[in-house]
């Protein structure tokens, strides 16, 4: 069966410091990743997908950067945090036919706090 | 004008009541729509999708009105377990993989 990890769960960050959350995927080959944001009182923002090693699509522009180094593994990183960074970060995978079932299948989140 | 809109709530209902909660969406190409749910602090998941003629899934029923543009989603006798945040989700036509999220409506089933 397949899953999904991400880590870390929770971290607090000084304004300015750098980002790394590392997300994986076990048990599909191939996946579509993605890297949503959810802030308190709002709903799932869409930050990157990526459909292959390498290819990379930004929604939004911001201070965030996304990398697929590896078919199955997903990186959210940032080289200087800023207060409005705070968040809960969820990655997620789909089959490539996303259409058929609309169905993601998200990780447990990492709930960031800058400070 | 948000995407994807619905009323954050929270609805607060006894255990046993029937609630329907609604849910508008801006883009006339919007291709496929679904419900996820998300507990406190959790991550989203598939509740069930939307289809065009309704669709029924033991207690949850969806409906579609693609000229009002609008979907819903009515809980049949509650229970506290299904507090949680109902999440509308649309896909639009041509829009690649990816979903658009509304902000959720919450539910509180109640003893």
């Known amino acids: 069966s397949q899953t999904i990890h991400q880590w870390p769960a929770t971290l607090v960050q000084p304004v300015g410091s750098p980002l790394s959350l590392e997300c994986t995927v076990e048990?599909?080959?191939?996946?579509?990743l993605y890297w949503y944001r959810q802030a308190a009182g709002r709903g799932l923002q869409l930050l990157f997908y990526?459909?292959?090693?390498?290819?990379i699509s930004s929604e939004v522009p911001q201070n965030l950067s996304a990398s697929r180094p590896q078919d199955r593994q997903f990186i959210l990183s940032s080289k200087k945090l800023l207060l409005s960074d705070s968040g809960f970060y969820l990655c997620?995978?789909?089959?490539?036919?996303?259409?058929?079932?609309?169905?993601?299948?998200f990780g447990e989140g990492s709930r960031l706090t800058v400070l | 004008r948000k995407e994807v809109e619905q009323d954050p709530g929270p609805f607060n209902v006894p255990e046993g009541a029937t609630v329907a909660f609604n849910c508008t969406y801006s883009?006339?190409?919007?291709?496929?729509f679904f419900w996820y749910r998300q507990d406190c602090r959790k991550e989203p998941k598939l509740l069930m999708s939307?289809?065009?003629s309704g669709n029924e899934d033991g207690r949850f029923t969806a409906q579609l009105n693609r000229a009002s543009q609008y979907i819903s989603l009515l809980i049949r006798d509650s229970k506290l377990s299904d507090s949680a945040t109902y999440l509308c989700?649309?896909?639009?036509?041509?829009?690649?993989?990816?979903?658009?999220f509304g902000t959720g409506t919450q539910l509180k089933v109640e003893l």
């Open positions: 997620a995978w789909s089959e490539l036919q996303l259409a058929n079932t609309g169905e993601l299948f």
């Open positions: 048990g599909t080959s191939n996946p579509n």
């Open positions: 990526s459909v292959g090693i390498g290819q």
């Open positions: 883009n006339s190409a919007s291709q496929s």
């Open positions: 939307v289809y065009s």
């Open positions: 989700v649309v896909k639009l036509t041509g829009g690649g993989n990816k979903l658009t």
